[in-house]
């Protein structure tokens, strides 16, 4: 049954523009991080800026720049997260909503990101179980990030020591894998309680778990590498303290 006889394609076109607009960004790179190429329909479009139903596109967040890449050959130059909707800054010219494009990311600048993430939760891993203390916060760029602790004063031969156990996890060649758990199975997760997983909304009845298997467990929405082999090797640049209690180490990340 037509639900309306008096609404002619202009219409039905504004209103499937309306619906479009506020629809969900299907996330592809939480399942498939080595997605690098992909379609999608767009539906919406503010300014320079494009909405999808779905992308490969990391947008900004969790410490982890956002990515870089084309649309339908124009450059894509931000990418950020609004609510459940992923919005790409295109340079250049901009697609109608409800039509078809193609997306690439950058792909030397997304795995040198996956690998740059990946060594800080082994540089976690590495100091929790080591010296039992928890990161208060950090950022990456493409192989290089900070990350701070609560150390108070920094453990004597701190740098030399932390390259040492962290390479020596990244030889191990530990594998990483991705699990989508229930709330309450994550929150009842030993290793996960650590992270602070119960600070995670109630409303988010799904948690993504990031699991370097025998050395760090995080609830987490970055993209990462397989195995620790492939973020090849760290180096230790700078420890400094940032007052008391709080602690940064710079590394930078390097082929094995
Ligand atoms: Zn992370």
Redesign the pocket.
Known sequence: MRWSWSSGPREAASRHRARMAGMATELLYLRDAYLREFEAVVTAIDGDRVALDRTVFYPTG???PHDTGTLSGQPVTSVRKEGDVVWHTVDGQVPEVGGTVTGAVDWDRRHALMRT?TA??VLCGVIWNEWSTAVTGGNMEPLTARMDFEFDPLPEGFGPRIEELVNAELAADRPIEVAFLPRSTAVADEDLIRTKVNMIPESVTEIRV?DIVGLDK?A?G?THVRSTGEVGRIRVLKTESKGKGNKRIRIEVVDA
Do not use: F, N, S, T
């Open positions: 969790g410490g982890q993430h800080l939760h990031v995080q987490d970055g």
